[in-house]
Structures are given as structure tokens and as C-alpha cells.
């Protein structure tokens, strides 16, 4: 039998070794990864545009229908979700109220690539 003075630093122990096991998602590549880009989130970037001359970078959040949207080279970088693109009707939510201006301006340009890469990036199976 272990005694009681032993059995937290052994189960530590184990705790840290499975710990390490466990693959975590890259949160952040310098230089950034050219194959698949991964953003400060630790989501992967699908995608690049240039919309009224700023840089906005898709990020697609994983098993949603929904790109995270970010700027590429302006802070605060978040602009914020596209949303439904599973459907014929993306909708655009703005989660920082600084950019709200410049993004209900360009709300077609932003839906209109988003509707594009969704299409681009997934596959429908015709079972």
C-alpha cells in the first residue's frame, strides 16, 4: 500500500505525463505556416482578401458552419463571425464596435468571399 504522503505527487505525476501525451493545437507558427496559416485563436486561415484596401483573413472555426473574420495588419484585428454559410443567406454578426462602420460598408464584399471560400473549402456528399 502507498502511503498517503506519496499519493498526490504519483498522481500528479501521472496527470502531467498524460498531459504531455495529449496533442494541443498549434496557437500561434513564426514564421506563419504557408500550407495552412494559423491565427492568434488557433484557428486555420482558409483565406486572404483585400476589401477597401485592408487585409481580412477568414478563419474557420472548427465544426461550425462560420468564419471568425480578422484583420490582417490592424489592432484591435477582430471584425467578427460570418455566420449561416450553410445556407443561401450569410449573415455578417460584428463583434467589435470600432470596425462597425467600416463593416456594414462592406458587408457584400465580406459575404460574397465568404460564400465563395465556404463553397471552395467543403465538399456535399449526393447520397
Known amino acids: ?11 500528479r505525476a501521472r496527470y502531467i505525463n498524460a498531459l504531455k501525451a495529449i496533442p494541443l493545437p498549434v496557437r500561434y507558427t513564426d514564421p506563419p505556416d504557408q500550407a495552412l496559416p494559423i491565427d492568434l485563436a488557433g484557428l486555420p486561415i482558409l483565406a486572404t482578401h483585400t476589401i477597401d484596401d485592408r487585409a481580412v483573413r477568414y478563419s474557420l472555426v472548427v465544426g461550425q458552419a462560420r468564419f471568425r473574420l480578422t484583420f490582417k495588419e490592424i489592432h484591435p484585428a477582430l471584425i467578427g463571425h460570418m455566420i449561416n454559410l450553410h445556407t443561401p443567406d450569410p449573415r455578417l454578426v ?3 464596435p ?18 465563395e471560400i465556404w463553397e471552395d473549402n467543403t465538399r456535399t456528399c449526393n447520397r
Open 98 to 115: 470600432l470596425h462597425t462602420e467600416w463593416a456594414l460598408a462592406n458587408e457584400p464584399a465580406l459575404t460574397e468571399h465568404a460564400a
Open 1 to 11: 500500500m502507498i502511503p498517503d504522503r506519496y499519493t498526490t505527487r504519483r498522481i
Open 94 to 96: 460584428i463583434a467589435e
